[in-house]
């Protein structure tokens, strides 16, 4: 926050100094170059990557990557409407810092009643934008796959350094699930379909536990909500109901054994992880007890019937002798 208010003070001078100067595009949309930059201009299907802030005419700031800690990325395309910009950023080269003002009665246009009270009519949308890089649509994509490369390899690399300082002796699926079982049973394992009961509690590699069903270590982790019933989760197992890491590792147990799942982030929650709880590019560790199976009816399977192959006499063939 220390960052963003010089910022923002800057760019309020800015903004003052050059109210006069505002150019119109045919939508309605009213934008100022105020670091014009001497290169190629943005073309459709260039990827970009910028910064901005999104205000109010009253300056309250609603979004802002400076906020987020990142710059964001978007394709030019064809412009759908006023709000999109796709209209304003072609106008833009690399380096390029500007103010766009949308008006909110364009926005809002027969749909006044979605209109939040902080854009009043005849308000505007404010984007303070700084263009810092273009890319064609394959470049970005190559140097988004080797960033993910990189915090995949990354990820595993932690992990195996967890499993060696606890120890552990874990076996790996084709998948990539790593496991061990902690309480071994001799009762039927389950099917696809199949209801199970199952106890669990799951932490980062941190050791940070962010969900579990038991009352006991919810409150040691300090994450005990009395609103919540904390009882075996019930669920379908193999049937996409739950992360694929669990539909996996679950059929794999039997019927009141316990387990410890080495989940990574490609069966867990992936690019996008989950609440504030699980980063992206994740492995979660889960320690699990599969308390009960409810199986449904499941198809007979019936056995081929063995083919009896039976020889076929030879007939020898006679030679007569002379």
């Not at 220390?2 to 923002?8: A, E, G, H, S, T």
């Not at 394709?75 to 949308?102: H, W, Y």
């Not at 990820?155 to 699930?177: C, D, F, P, Q, R």
């Not at 199949?194 to 509690?201: I, Q, S």
């Amino acid at each position: 926050m220390r960052y963003i208010l010089p910022f923002i003070g800057v760019l309020l001078f800015i903004q003052a100094k050059a109210q006069n100067d505002f150019q119109t595009t045919p939508k309605g949309a009213l934008y100022h170059i105020y670091t014009p930059n001497i290169g190629q201009k943005l073309k459709l299907n260039d990827v970009i990557t910028f910064n901005f802030i999104e205000k109010t005419d009253k300056d309250s700031v609603l979004r802002s990557t400076y906020q987020m800690g990142r710059p964001v990325q978007a394709q030019i395309q064809p412009s759908q409407n006023i709000a999109d910009l796709m209209e304003v950023l072609p106008l833009f080269t690399v380096g390029d810092s500007a103010i766009i003002k949308v008006p909110t009665d364009t926005i809002f246009k027969g749909h006044d009643e979605v209109r939040p009270a902080f854009f009043p009519k005849g308000s505007n949308l404010v984007m303070v934008i700084k263009i810092l890089k273009v890319q064609t649509l394959q470049e970005a994509i190559a140097e988004r796959d080797a960033q993910v490369a990189k915090i995949i390899a990354d990820e595993n690399a932690n992990a195996a350094k967890y499993i060696t300082e606890h120890k552990w002796v874990v076996n790996t699926t084709a998948s990539g699930l790593k496991y061990f079982i902690t309480k071994a049973s001799t009762k039927p394992k389950p099917l696809k379909g199949d209801t199970l009961l199952v106890n669990y509690a799951g932490r980062t590699i941190d050791d940070k536990v962010f969900d579990t069903s038991l009352p006991d270590v919810a409150k040691s982790a300090g994450i005990f909500n009395e609103a919540r019933p904390y009882e075996p989760l019930q669920l379908n197992v193999g049937m996409g109901k739950v992360i694929a890491g669990w539909d996996e590792g679950l059929l794999l147990l039997n019927e009141g054994s316990k387990a410890t799942f080495i989940i990574p982030s490609g069966l867990g929650y992936g690019q996008q992880g989950m609440g504030d709880g699980i980063k992206p590019f994740s492995t979660l560790i889960f320690d699990v007890e599969l308390v009960k199976i409810k199986p449904i009816r499941h198809p007979v399977t019936l056995a081929p019937k063995p083919v009896n192959h039976i020889a076929t006499p030879v007939k020898k063939k006679i030679v007569k002798k002379n």
